[in-house]
């Protein structure tokens, strides 16, 4: 809980009263541990996640290893409750990738509260057509527009989940999440710093200038932010 009282957790702030006093008791919150797996595809899931702070990376693989993500995770959002709404399979993997708390909701009783009540279930199921949203327009951006454009957005989007304009992350983890080569990466980061944009040390990336970065972003970055306002109010 916040000083005022609210829950940290955006989608949580949504709900009354009434209904926030029915998960009040059974949320716990627990430490989200850089790397750590909160979901695994096609594993069963045990518990939701209602971020605080911290970053949750949704990522998709392949048997040969490699992967790429189609979505990140914050404290606008809920890790697994989609997979909880249905037969508790994890459809992918989730990964800690900024650390950070968050309140934690075993599966059963996520289920429980859903049945009992009609404004959370909506909410979830809001949530889960956001997420899809996210997935789509990755899956479109990955496709069709060139690494500097793809590299803003997934910046501008970390940016939005962090406190700090600070982000710890490796050029090489940026790279595998958006499936290019890290020396692609480098030549982009290179020229975002000289831009002024951006400032990179070893480890990790300082925005500089956000507005300058969505001037340099494609338009997925406002398209599902906008879808994101319509459906769950303006990310906070």
Same mark, same amino acid.
């Given at each position: ?5 609210? /829950?940290?957790?955006?989608?949580l702030r949504m709900l009354d009263a ?6 009040? %008791?059974?949320? +716990?919150?627990?430490? #989200? ?13 045990? &518990?939701? &996640? ?14 040969? =290893?490699? @992967?790429?993500?189609?979505? #990140? ?7 697994? =409750? ?21 309140? @934690? ?18 909410? #979830? ?20 527009? %060139?690494?500097?454009? $793809?590299?803003? $957005? ?22 595998? @999440? #958006? ?15 000289? +831009?002024?944009?951006?400032? &990179?040390?070893? =480890? ?16 997925? &970055? +406002? ?11 303006? /990310?906070?």
């Amino acid at each position: 809980m916040t000083a005022s009282g609210s /829950p940290p957790n955006q989608l949580l702030r949504m709900l009354d009263a009434a209904d926030f006093d029915l998960l009040r %008791p059974h949320l +716990a919150t627990v430490e #989200m541990v850089r790397e750590s797996v909160l979901g695994e595809a096609g594993a069963a899931l045990r &518990y939701v &996640y209602f971020p605080h702070r911290g970053s949750v990376s949704i990522t998709l693989g392949l048997s040969e =290893g490699q @992967m790429i993500e189609i979505a #990140m995770l914050g404290r606008d959002s809920v890790v697994g =409750g989609g997979a909880a709404l249905t037969d508790g399979i994890a459809l992918a993997d989730a990964v800690v990738l900024f650390p950070g708390t968050a309140s @934690m909701l075993e599966i059963g009783a996520f289920r429980t509260i859903a049945a009992a009540s009609v404004p959370f279930r909506s909410l #979830m199921v809001r949530h889960e057509q956001v997420l899809l949203a996210h997935a789509q327009q990755s899956l479109l951006c990955n496709t069709l527009h %060139p690494v500097e454009a $793809r590299l803003a $957005r997934w910046l501008l989007r970390a940016h939005d989940l962090s406190d700090g304009s600070i982000l710890p992350l490796t050029q090489e983890a940026l790279a595998q @999440m #958006m499936g290019v080569r890290r020396n692609a990466i480098s030549l982009v980061a290179h020229a975002l710093q000289r +831009a002024g944009i951006i400032r &990179y040390t070893r =480890g990790q990336i300082e925005v500089i200038e956000p507005r300058a970065l969505e001037t340099t972003s494609c338009d997925c &970055y +406002a398209a599902v932010k906008a879808f994101h306002s319509r459906l769950l109010g303006a /990310p906070r």
